[in-house]
């Protein structure tokens, strides 16, 4: 199936069917959206982005989509080819423009945060065009190698879904168990047994 030719409520029926391969459609056709939305809205605020914040803030807004079992993409009103871009960008202004309001209030507590940095491998985040298709092509490569060896596991292609969401296009941990109604431990857990797999098979 050719993703990029698809339309926009086809993709989203896809991705709210539970296709794997459409919510990765879906990341790499809206993530950049979502992140140049974030940076002109702190921009606007006065406020340098950096390439953390913008990630952090696009994390944020890929939960909001996908808060309430998705509801956000199931009660959207397709009332034109704009419809799912308009929601996009809503949504990735707010985002940003809570953060801004986090930021300069006093309540806010950083000691909440979690990340993953605890696992063992981690595929290199891009700088530059040459190193994404590095990191494409490297993770292509780990992809076929894990699915060969777990190949006769029941959820062998939603782990290693799970895994490339993760380290392809940096969705969290607490994203993936929302989308995959997936306690987050196990989520965690799951990505850290195809880590230490890539690490002694693969690599």
């Known amino acids: ?63 909001r989509i996908l808060g309430k079992d998705m509801r956000a993409l199931r009660e959207l009103r397709w009332l034109h080819e704009g419809s799912l871009r308009g929601l996009l960008l809503s949504t990735g202004t707010t985002a940003a423009q809570d953060w801004l309001r986090k930021e300069f209030s006093e309540k806010r507590d950083k000691s909440k945060e979690d990340s993953l940095t605890n696992l063992d491998m981690v595929v290199p985040t891009p700088t530059d065009l040459a190193t994404t298709l590095e990191q494409k092509i490297l993770l292509d490569q780990l992809m076929n190698c894990l699915q060969r060896l777990i190949r006769d596991e029941a959820d062998c292609i939603r782990d290693i879904a799970i895994f490339r969401l993760f380290y392809g296009y940096r969705v969290t941990a607490a994203d993936l168990a929302r989308v995959y109604k997936m306690n987050l431990r196990k989520v965690e857990n799951t990505l850290a047994r195809l880590a230490r797999l890539a690490r002694s098979h693969c690599l």
């Not at 199936?1 to 409520?9: F, K, P």
């Not at 989203?12 to 140049?36: M, S, T």
């Not at 002109?40 to 340098?48: E, Q, S």
């Open 1 to 63: 199936m050719n993703w990029q030719e698809l339309s926009d409520h086809k993709l989203v029926e896809l991705c709210l069917e539970g296709n794997q391969d459409a919510w990765v459609g879906f990341l790499r056709r809206y993530r950049l959206l979502l992140i140049r939305v974030a940076a002109k809205t702190l921009r606007v605020a006065g406020v340098t982005s950096t390439a953390s914040l913008l990630e952090d803030l696009f994390q944020e807004s890929l939960a």
